[in-house]
């Protein structure tokens, strides 16, 4: 009987640290998602703004040569 008690609660402690595993990873894993995420944004920007820096010049000279 006790060594079945001992073998329940070792079952179950092994369980716990399991869940605790997968808790630690799943946190992890959304970080890195949010992570991601920032520099998503900041590509996004630095490329809308590049996009911008290039364009702009070149509809200038377009305008410039159609007149």
Do not use: C, F, N
């Not at 630690?24 to 890195?32: C, F, K, Q, Y």
Request: glycine share 2%.
């Amino acid at each position: 009987m006790r060594d079945e008690l001992l073998l329940v609660r070792a079952e179950r402690r092994a369980w716990e640290l399991e869940r605790m595993r997968w808790d630690r990873e799943r946190i992890a894993l959304r970080e890195a998602v949010a992570r991601l995420e920032r520099v998503e944004r900041v590509y996004q920007a630095v490329v809308s703004s590049l996009s911008w820096r290039i364009t702009a010049p070149l509809r200038a000279l377009k305008r410039g040569l159609a007149h």
